[in-house]
């Protein structure tokens, strides 16, 4: 578990290339059993918020190589349609979190500096430290945490 902020250029690259088919399952499934969240702007695609525990084919394979790794115990996946999608803006959250860019590219801010996210990249983002998301283009990203 991280007791501070790490940037992982490539420190990732097992969990590149999530299979959109897996996601599109994943999606659909969030909707059957009623734990669908979508970030909706008019203006742009939608961004899902995935995080039941169903995880089919290449999600489950990178799930389990995490947990192994890392010693997580909880994955979410956030996945944006197009350049400009919503994200929850500036924020912190309340536990430790992994995150690793799977696939598409995007900008993190933490700490008022900037970071390209390439398929296969992470940080360490310790509770507390607030930091912001932009979408660039048709992306999924992996927020992986520490559950107490």
């Known amino acids: 578990m991280p007791n501070e902020f790490k940037y992982l250029p490539k420190g990732f690259d097992y969990c590149k290339d999530i299979s959109w088919d897996d996601v599109i399952k994943k999606i659909s499934r969030e909707y ?33 190589e995490v947990k192994d790794r890392e010693g997580i115990n909880e994955m979410h996946i956030y996945t944006s349609l197009g350049k400009g999608s919503p994200t929850f803006g500036k924020h912190n959250d309340t536990t430790d979190v992994l995150i690793v860019q799977s696939v598409g590219k995007m900008i ?10 390439y398929p296969g990249d992470g940080m360490y983002i310790p509770a507390g430290v607030y930091h912001a998301p932009f979408v660039l283009e048709p992306r999924i990203t992996l927020s992986f945490a520490w559950s107490k």
Do not use: C
């Open 108 to 117: 993190y801010e933490v700490e008022d500096k900037k970071y390209d996210l």
């Open 32 to 64: 059957e059993v009623g734990t669908n969240k979508a970030l909706l702007d008019q203006r742009y695609a939608p961004t899902f918020v995935l995080m039941n525990g169903y995880f089919p084919g290449t999600i489950q394979q990178i799930y389990d």
